[in-house]
């Protein structure tokens, strides 16, 4: 991890309460087991954001944000040239899996293609920041 970055809370132990719908964090959290009543999800860290699986186990999600981050990992310089910057974003078509999204909000730069987003029927905001960088540049 960067220096500044806190590891991953797991979240799973939400499955014991029901009753919990909304995830506030300010740092990285981690999803590894179905959480179906999570119905909000909102990442503050402006420096990581959630991951693919931990997405795809928060299918009742209704409103989501996430964050602002940018690359997930430190990329040495004499990498630079030769990193995949799409390795670390976060592919959309994931969303396309929670019927119940209406609200995203997330930095474009996190994305792999903003293009899943057209199959999103039901989604009422769209809050969009950032742009993407071909190639990473």
């Known amino acids: 991890m960067r220096n500044g970055q806190k590891q991953p809370v797991s979240i799973d132990f939400l499955i014991d309460y029901p009753s919990v719908t909304s995830v506030v964090a300010n740092q990285i959290v981690r999803a590894r087991r179905p959480l179906p009543q999570i119905r909000e999800l909102f990442v503050l ?16 999600l209704v409103s989501l944000s996430l964050g602002s981050a940018f690359v997930t990992q430190a990329v040495e310089l004499e990498d630079y040239e030769t990193y995949d910057f799409n390795s670390d974003k976060i592919d959309l078509s994931v969303l396309c899996s929670m019927p119940d999204l ?28 950032g742009r993407m960088l071909a190639n990473g540049m």
């Open 45 to 60: 860290n402006r420096s990581q954001t959630v991951d693919q699986e931990t997405l795809s186990n928060l299918p009742g």
């Open 102 to 129: 209406r609200d995203l909000r997330f930095n474009a730069f996190l994305a792999r293609s903003i293009e899943p987003l057209q199959e999103m029927e039901g989604l009422e905001r769209l809050g969009l920041s």
